[in-house]
């Protein structure tokens, strides 16, 4: 359990700081560079757009990031009747299925020591529980943070490219770069700066591909209208159209949560909560 708190504090640290080091190395290294082809105009040219869309796709990622933690899950079991004696408590405690007074779906976090509707996981990155809530922001932070590192990777392969002349169209080429340049590391001819973006690269690829299959994976719950921890316990849910399951989640609004990071409005649990 104490790891498991350690790990809940390490890992939001560790996403701002690979968040503020992506950020600095485009700004002020890869998008710098492509200023210096002479060949396009500034209006158009690919620093221009390629700054547009990198801030673009990181104000989004990090915009719903923030609202992730800020629309924390609701703590049901201030409002909720568990009952008297050690045995319900116990079962809470557990993080099993919940007492018959208490609403279905429920579970007991024990990092986040609340009980949550809907409740899907807890992110470590978040450092939250993900409900009902906070599943679409949750959803649009993987999809864009994926994006981020896989425009990132791009940037960085362009960069690479240029600063050792070498060319990425044979695929090979990515992989053994990584060994290569470890080996030119260590003899002195490559640079530190160059190295620690080549370690970035891999870092990206990675980030960027477990995100998008994060993302894929939560999507194929919400359509059959299953969270992890109703797979996760073998719970039974009530079948109905894919298209009700989106809806509950990503709302009437949900073109409009694409584009900007807003609250999950217009959702079938925010009008339970204004009723």
Same mark, same amino acid.
């Given at each position: ?8 504090? %390490? ?17 002020? @290294? ?5 200023? +210096? ?12 757009? #390629? ?10 990622? @990090?915009g719903?990031? %923030?609202? %992730?933690?800020?629309?924390?899950? /609701? ?12 045995e ?8 099993? =299925? ?6 279905p779906?429920?579970h *007991?976090? =024990?990092l986040?020591a +609340? ?8 992110? *470590? ?27 990132s ?9 240029? !600063? ?10 990515f992989?053994?770069?990584?060994? #290569? ?7 002195? !001819?490559?640079?530190?700066? /160059? ?18 299959? *994060? ?12 969270? =992890?921890?109703?797979v ?10 894919? =298209? /009700? ?7 009437? +609004? ?19 909560? /204004?009723?």
């Amino acid at each position: 359990m104490l790891v498991l708190r350690l790990l809940n504090v %390490v890992a939001p640290a560790y996403f701002l700081c690979i968040s503020l080091v992506t950020f600095v190395l485009q700004i002020f @290294l890869f998008i710098p560079s492509m200023f +210096r082809d002479p060949s396009t105009t500034p209006l158009f040219s690919p620093a221009l757009l #390629h700054g547009a869309l990198f801030l673009f796709l990181s104000a989004n990622a @990090l915009g719903n990031y %923030v609202l %992730v933690i800020q629309r924390s899950p /609701e703590d049901l079991s201030k409002g909720l009747s568990l009952g008297k004696g050690a045995e319900v408590v116990a079962d809470w405690l557990d993080g099993s =299925r919940s007492p018959g007074s208490a609403l279905p779906s429920t579970h *007991f976090c =024990r990092l986040c020591a +609340r009980v949550t509707q809907r409740h899907d996981h807890h992110c *470590f990155f978040t450092g939250n529980c993900i409900g009902s809530r906070n599943m679409r922001n949750f959803i649009m932070f993987c999809l864009y943070t994926s994006l981020a590192c896989l425009d990132s990777l791009v940037a960085g392969m362009a960069y690479i490219s240029a !600063a050792l002349s070498m060319s990425f169209a044979n695929p090979l080429a990515f992989l053994t770069l990584l060994p #290569h340049s470890i080996s030119q590391f260590f003899s002195g !001819a490559l640079l530190s700066s /160059e190295m620690f973006v080549i370690l970035m690269l891999y870092l990206w690829l990675g980030i960027g591909l477990a995100c998008a299959g *994060f993302c894929c994976h939560q999507m194929l719950l919400i359509l059959r209208g299953q969270t =992890r921890y109703q797979v996760r316990k073998g719970m039974v849910v009530r079948a109905r159209p894919w =298209r /009700e399951n989106l809806q509950e989640v990503f709302g009437k +609004r949900w073109l409009l949560g694409l584009l900007i990071p807003v609250l999950n409005v217009g959702s079938d649990y925010c009008r339970q909560k /204004e009723k």
